[in-house]
């Protein structure tokens, strides 16, 4: 069965301290890995998506990358406005998964000035 | 404004009462999922459409739920005889099969139910 473990559950960081998220897998092959942000009270925002092994994308003060068994997602210098919940999903290539996301239980920042 | 959007953002009502939830995704994607949130986790997928077929459904998608899409555009989540246990957000996404991006799925604001 598919798992998605994301490590801290929770992270405090003070304003320009960079830190890593890390998104642990288990899939019988994976079609793609998703990170989403979400503010209390509002869907996921789509960030990035990820498909294979050494694949990086970068988006302001967050990088992701992958690798065969975990996710990073890389904070730069973070910012107060940087603090949510990071969700990070998989997307199974079995065809008996079809298209459905299987998350993880998503990680909250708090980014203090 | 071009983004999922749902409707009711909010619903409460007494248990053993039918709540209907809509749907309306980006205009020109062609899948969309429903998905349930609890409080401190994350979403769990309940169903998904392709146009208008229903190629998917999970095990928490009991014979109390039902979803439709019956023209492939917009899609309703019907809950009947309400549970304290179905309290939770019932989230949106749509996606498109042509790409890229073809497989990234675009959230909605989220219905948030409280059955009393």
């Known amino acids: 069965e598919d798992q998605v473990t994301q490590s801290p559950e929770a992270l405090r960081l003070q304003e320009g301290e960079s830190s890593s998220l890390n998104c642990s897998y288990t899939v019988s092959g994976l079609r793609g890995l998703f990170w989403y942000r979400q503010d209390p009270g509002k869907g996921p925002e789509f960030l990035f998506t990820l498909y294979s092994a050494g694949e990086e994308k970068e988006k302001e003060r967050l990088k992701a990358t992958l690798t065969k068994k975990e996710s990073f997602l890389h904070i730069t210098a973070p910012k107060p406005e940087d603090s949510a919940t990071y969700l990070c999903a998989v997307q199974a290539r079995d065809s008996n998964s079809g298209y459905a996301l299987n998350f993880g239980k998503g990680t909250s920042l708090l980014v203090t000035p | 404004d071009t983004g999922v959007s749902q409707d009711p953002r909010h619903k409460i009502t007494k248990r053993g009462q039918n709540v209907t939830f809509r749907c309306d995704p980006i205009s020109e994607h062609n899948r969309l999922y429903w998905y349930r949130q609890t409080l401190g986790q994350g979403p769990e997928f309940l169903t998904y459409f392709q146009n208008e077929a229903q190629l998917e459904k999970s095990r928490l998608l009991s014979d109390r739920f039902s979803a439709e899409r019956p023209k492939g555009s917009f899609s309703t989540l019907e809950i009947q005889r309400t549970e304290q246990g179905d309290s939770a957000m019932y989230l949106c996404?749509?996606?498109?099969?042509?790409?890229?991006?073809?497989?990234?799925?675009?959230f909605g604001p989220g219905t948030r139910l409280t059955v009393l």
């Open positions: 996404a749509s996606s498109s099969v042509a790409g890229p991006p073809y497989n990234e799925q675009f």
